[in-house]
Nanobody, 119 residues
Framework: QVQLVESGGGLVQPGGSLTPSCAAS????????MGWYRQGPGKQRELVAT???????NYADSMKGRFTISRDNAKNTVYLQMNSLKSEDSAVYYC?????????????WGQGTQVTVSS
């Protein structure tokens, strides 16, 4: 089985920073990409950022300049450095891996970590 364990969420004040992490373990084959998504109350889940195995990154416009996605391939871990946090960033953040066993593609999701930005 594949397991994604997220950590690093929490409560921060506006303008603060958090860096959640997500570590994948188990039957890991070839990870093509890892990403972060978020879902606020009453909202649709949205893309935050992705990073490929080659290091190519992509960000949602509202996160550009504030969020940075990175990965440690040796540890199968992806990070999301979040700076200058705003109240509207409050959401459950989910990580995802997109991988292949050479035949089929698979998606796995983390359990989510709560990020709350409030004074």
């Amino acid at each position: 089985q594949v397991q994604l364990v997220e950590s690093g969420g929490g409560l921060v004040q506006p303008g603060g920073s958090l860096t959640p992490s997500c570590a994948a373990s188990g039957s890991i084959f070839s990870i093509y990409a890892m990403g972060w998504y978020r879902q606020g109350p009453g909202k649709q889940r949205e893309l935050v950022a992705t990073i490929t195995n080659g290091g190519s990154t992509n960000y949602a416009d509202s996160m550009k300049g504030r969020f940075t996605i990175s990965r440690d391939n040796a540890k199968n871990t992806v990070y999301l450095q979040m700076n200058s946090l705003k109240s509207e960033d409050s959401a459950v953040y989910y990580c995802k891996i997109h991988m292949s066993n050479g035949i089929r593609w698979y998606d796995y999701w983390g359990q989510g970590t709560q990020v709350t930005v409030s004074s």
